[in-house]
């Protein structure tokens, strides 16, 4: 049963390049959430996907977008990149259904850790 | 916005000592998780509480959720050295909200 998988695993860019960070849920899973975690610190939340779209976001500027598959696989997508977005990018996965699974927990993949320079 | 604050947030104890790491949110909850990350690690899902007042136990792992459903802990009786990582709560405040995390509390365990 594969887990939460996520690529590529380690990104430099430079300021001002864009960047797309992919992950494949959890089998089973619908729901996809994406949350950046800058070092010595907890997870931020971005944003949730969920029948393809966005149902919930954080507080992050619009240079961050996703987009979710009907596979349920999910892209996140940070244009005109600052030294600040460097970070680990964390893709959680969990199950909502018609919303039986509404309160299941999260699976993390082993995320993205991106070098702006 | 809802926010999840969490002390402390560094701890170094003695293998064998106890360690509780504390859980606050400004909002009520309708669930509150916990999880562990270890070093260069991820988020790993230890637990989720839902009822007020909720006990849970895990080994030597005790997870407590509030009356009040905003605050809870997690008590680890007699730490290992296989208990190093740093512990999340993370609070829901229903339905498909997102799920918002505390800052963390990293353990050390000196062996």
């Known amino acids: 049963d594969a887990g939460v998988t996520q690529s590529p695993t380690h990104l430099i860019k430079t300021r001002g390049q864009q960047v797309t960070l992919r992950c494949s849920p959890k089998s089973g899973h619908d729901t996809v959430s994406w949350y950046q975690q800058a070092l010595g610190q907890g997870p931020q939340f971005i944003f949730q996907?969920?029948?393809?779209?966005?149902?919930q976001r954080g507080n992050f500027p619009d240079r961050f977008s996703g987009h979710q598959f009907p596979n349920y696989s999910s892209e996140l997508n940070v244009n005109a990149l600052l030294l600040g977005d460097s970070a680990l990018y964390l893709c959680?996965?969990?199950?909502?259904?018609?919303?039986?699974?509404?309160?299941?927990?999260?699976?993390f993949g082993n995320g993205t850790r991106l070098t702006v320079t | 916005g809802q926010q999840v604050m969490q002390i402390p947030q560094y701890q170094h104890v003695q293998e064998g000592e106890d360690f509780t790491t504390y859980c606050n949110s400004s909002?009520?909850?309708?669930?509150i998780q916990w999880y562990k990350q270890r070093p260069g690690g991820h988020p790993v899902f230890l637990i989720q509480l839902v009822k007020s007042g909720e006990v849970k136990k895990q080994k030597r792992l005790t997870f407590q959720f509030g009356e009040a459903k905003k605050n809870s802990s997690l008590h680890i009786t007699a730490t290992q050295t296989t208990d190093v990582g740093t512990y999340f709560c993370a609070g829901r405040r229903g339905g498909y909200q997102k799920v918002t995390f505390g800052i963390g509390t990293k353990l050390q365990v000196i062996p």
């Open positions: 996907y969920y029948e393809e779209e966005e149902r």
């Open positions: 909002t009520t909850l309708s669930n």
């Open positions: 959680a996965s969990s199950y909502y259904g018609t919303g039986g699974g509404r309160d299941s927990p999260l699976h």
